[in-house]
């Protein structure tokens, strides 16, 4: 289980390293990858209490970043920061103090590493409480302020305790279908849901688990198109906590990873958590899970995701407001 060791040390990022090493953690780009992709600090979001937990941009809002704070605990809330870019688009840093965007608890504890947007504009998280299990999946509706649905995973055969849930960008392998990915099982599902009537999501079914790694580890997962230096193949990135480091793995055409491709991409991590793509630059963000000294790291190098990926996002968020209004005029005075 999740210890809360502290993040010790200060992080900063050495110049002139083609490895881009991250001091006291000594974390690094794989010597395989590291001439191609280069890892930065952001530091801690102002105002999200630790430990941190998934991350995503918010829906139609390409300068807020979405991250779990007090994850894994009762009182664990998902916090909007903002972001800072450069004249090439890319997150350069994060800024003023965050707010509540909504509560993100589940049964005895709270959000874990995974945090994304699905159909319907509703956005998932996954659910852990430390030294016990909250397996269940939270979804929040487009204009809520805390979780609209918790569904138990326990029954539908995802072992306990889940760690992450993220969905295939359109044009990716096993686009429509969920990701869910349990933390104590190492065990990844490919997921489908059904709409329930109410805005939010049932799971339809379960395909068996594909197994990863033996012992407690899998946490935030994106998903990186073919194309890109060194990922021939469309391919995915894996956040494994207790290892502490990213790996890629290659996927079949479910989307789906090949266990036999698994490389290490990020080493010397701390509880590696949650993982993001930025659509509009392809970087990766992922954030690092203790009680101290949290922080939110970039990788540069990767290509923009393609086009439709970020129409959809944008639409999304659109598709939120119009919810949100609705919702709004329907209630009575």
Same mark, same amino acid.
């Given at each position: 289980?999740?210890?809360?060791?502290?993040?010790?040390?200060?992080?900063?990022?050495?110049?002139?390293?083609?490895?881009?090493?991250?001091?006291?953690?000594?974390?690094?780009?794989?010597?395989?990858?590291?001439?191609?992709?280069?890892?930065?600090?952001?530091?801690?979001?102002?105002?999200?209490?630790?430990?941190?937990?998934?991350?995503?941009?918010?829906?139609?809002?390409?300068?807020?970043?979405?991250?779990?704070?007090?994850?894994?605990?009762?009182?664990?809330?998902?916090?909007?920061?903002?972001?800072?870019?450069?004249?090439?688009?890319?997150?350069?840093?994060?800024?003023?103090?965050? @707010?509540?965007?909504? !509560? *993100? +608890?589940? /049964?005895?504890?709270?959000? #874990?590493?995974?945090?994304?947007? %699905?159909?319907?504009?509703?956005?998932?998280?996954?659910?852990?409480?430390?030294?016990?299990?909250?397996?269940?999946?939270?979804?929040?509706?487009?204009?809520?302020?805390?979780?609209?649905?918790?569904?138990?995973?326990?029954?539908?055969?995802?072992?306990?305790?889940?760690?992450?849930?993220?969905?295939?960008?359109?044009?990716?392998?096993?686009?429509?279908?969920?990701?869910?990915?349990?933390?104590?099982?190492?065990?990844?599902?490919?997921?489908?849901?059904?709409?329930?009537?109410?805005?939010?999501?049932?799971?339809?079914?379960?395909?068996?688990?594909?197994?990863?790694?033996?012992?407690?580890?899998?946490?935030?997962?994106?998903?990186?198109?073919?194309?890109?230096?060194?990922?021939?193949?469309?391919?995915?990135?894996?956040?494994?906590?207790? @290892?502490?480091?990213? !790996? *890629? +793995?290659? /996927?079949?055409?479910?989307? #789906?990873?090949?266990?036999?491709? %698994?490389?290490?991409?990020?080493?010397?991590?701390?509880?590696?958590?949650?993982?993001?793509?930025?659509?509009?630059?392809?970087?990766?963000?992922?954030?690092?899970?203790?009680?101290?000294?949290?922080?939110?790291?970039?990788?540069?190098?990767?290509?923009?995701?393609?086009?439709?990926?970020?129409?959809?996002?944008?639409?999304?968020?659109?598709?939120?407001?119009?919810?949100?209004?609705?919702?709004?005029?329907?209630?009575?005075?």
């Amino acid at each position: 289980m999740k210890s809360r060791i502290s993040v010790a040390a200060v992080l900063v990022v050495l110049g002139g390293s083609p490895y881009a090493v991250v001091q006291g953690l000594g974390a690094s780009i794989d010597p395989y990858y590291s001439a191609n992709y280069t890892l930065m600090e952001l530091g801690s979001a102002p105002g999200v209490p630790q430990p941190y937990g998934g991350l995503t941009l918010k829906a139609g809002d390409m300068n807020t970043l979405l991250i779990g704070g007090r994850a894994n605990y009762s009182d664990g809330k998902i916090y909007a920061v903002t972001v800072t870019r450069d004249a090439e688009k890319h997150i350069t840093g994060l800024t003023g103090t965050a @707010t509540v965007f909504a !509560d *993100a +608890y589940g /049964v005895g504890g709270g959000i #874990d590493g995974g945090l994304a947007y %699905g159909p319907g504009g509703v956005l998932f998280y996954a659910n852990y409480l430390c030294w016990a299990a909250d397996n269940h999946l939270g979804q929040i509706k487009p204009g809520s302020t805390g979780p609209d649905k918790l569904i138990d995973l326990s029954p539908l055969g995802i072992s306990s305790s889940v760690g992450s849930i993220n969905f295939p960008y359109p044009g990716f392998p096993g686009a429509g279908h969920a990701k869910v990915l349990s933390y104590n099982a190492s065990n990844w599902y490919d997921v489908t849901l059904s709409a329930d009537g109410n805005g939010t999501y049932n799971i339809a079914s379960v395909a068996p688990a594909i197994n990863l790694v033996s012992g407690a580890d899998l946490e935030g997962v994106t998903f990186i198109p073919k194309g890109n230096a060194l990922f021939p193949n469309d391919s995915v990135l894996v956040s494994k906590f207790d @290892t502490g480091v990213v !790996d *890629a +793995y290659e /996927v079949n055409n479910n989307g #789906d990873p090949v266990v036999s491709s %698994g490389r290490h991409f990020i080493n010397g991590l701390t509880h590696a958590e949650g993982a993001y793509t930025d659509p509009l630059t392809g970087d990766f963000l992922f954030s690092i899970w203790g009680t101290s000294s949290d922080k939110v790291f970039v990788v540069r190098g990767f290509t923009p995701l393609p086009e439709p990926s970020t129409l959809v996002l944008l639409a999304i968020g659109a598709l939120s407001l119009l919810a949100y209004a609705w919702r709004r005029r329907r209630q009575p005075a």
